[in-house]
């Protein structure tokens, strides 16, 4: 009788300690599972941070500054809202630091201008509604504008790979487009003869 009390306890105690170490391995699942979730958050905002990096590499072939040198045929601004030396806010995006900063005018020039999209004649990714670029800077230009639609010709600098490429006109206006000089808001850094803001992209400054 003993002997067999002496079996049951231990049996009994055995099964105990199976059903804990059952237990023990139930328990961490979901400890697992956290810390998969947690390695997913991780590289989902390492892929956002990467992605935020290309967007600003887009700009990296952009030429900020200019010579002041502008295409042959483009006219003067008989009476420009903001004439040559004065001071203005501009609204445009079309480069970081741009946005909100005070710039002077340089150059005031009437003309039809586009956005444009085109593929770099470097290779890359094609560049989509590119602000701006003048009826003066294409090539074999006539007199008169494009329209949405049209193909034409490159004959600007202001990107790497821009000059000579085919391009298609997103939109035309005719307006008033300035050169400006400022001081990217982003790096300090200061930009002279920046090719080109539209008058609906500038203030006055108060």
């Given at each position: 009788?003993?002997?067999?009390?002496?079996?049951?306890?231990?049996?009994?105690?055995?099964?105990?300690?199976?059903?804990?170490?059952?237990?023990?391995?139930?328990?961490?699942?979901?400890?697992?599972?956290?810390?998969?979730?947690?390695?997913?958050?991780?590289?989902?905002?390492?892929?956002?941070?990467?992605?935020?990096?290309?967007?600003?590499?887009?700009?990296?072939?952009?030429?900020?500054?200019?010579?002041?040198?502008?295409?042959?045929?483009?006219?003067?601004?008989?009476?420009?809202?903001?004439?040559?030396?004065?001071?203005?806010?501009?609204?445009?995006?079309h480069?970081?630091?741009?946005?909100?900063?005070?710039?002077?005018?340089?150059?005031?020039?009437?003309?039809?201008?586009?956005?444009?999209?085109?593929?770099?004649?470097?290779?890359?990714?094609?560049?989509e509604?590119?602000?701006?670029?003048?009826?003066?800077?294409?090539?074999?230009?006539?007199?008169?504008?494009?329209?949405?639609?049209?193909?034409?010709?490159?004959?600007?600098?202001?990107?790497?790979?821009?000059?000579?490429?085919?391009?298609?006109?997103?939109?035309?206006?005719?307006?008033?487009?300035?050169?400006?000089?400022?001081?990217?808001?982003?790096?300090?850094?200061?930009?002279?003869?920046?090719?080109?803001?539209?008058e609906?992209?500038?203030?006055?400054?108060?």
């Amino acid at each position: 009788m003993k002997n067999k009390k002496i079996l049951l306890g231990l049996a009994s105690l055995l099964l105990v300690f199976l059903l804990a170490a059952c237990t023990g391995n139930d328990e961490a699942t979901p400890n697992e599972s956290a810390d998969t979730e947690s390695d997913t958050h991780e590289n989902m905002d390492k892929t956002e941070e990467e992605s935020d990096s290309t967007e600003e590499m887009d700009h990296s072939g952009m030429h900020h500054s200019g010579s002041g040198e502008v295409p042959e045929g483009l006219v003067d601004a008989e009476n420009p809202t903001y004439p040559v030396g004065s001071k203005v806010m501009m609204h445009a995006e079309h480069m970081p630091g741009m946005d909100g900063a005070e710039a002077t005018v340089s150059g005031a020039f009437d003309t039809t201008v586009y956005s444009v999209t085109y593929t770099p004649t470097n290779g890359g990714e094609p560049v989509e509604d590119h602000k701006w670029v003048v009826h003066e800077e294409l090539e074999n230009a006539g007199v008169e504008p494009y329209k949405p639609g049209d193909e034409v010709l490159l004959n600007a600098e202001h990107m790497e790979g821009m000059k000579g490429a085919t391009a298609t006109i997103d939109t035309a206006k005719q307006t008033t487009v300035y050169m400006v000089d400022f001081t990217d808001t982003k790096t300090g850094e200061q930009i002279t003869n920046h090719m080109w803001v539209t008058e609906d992209e500038l203030s006055s400054v108060e």
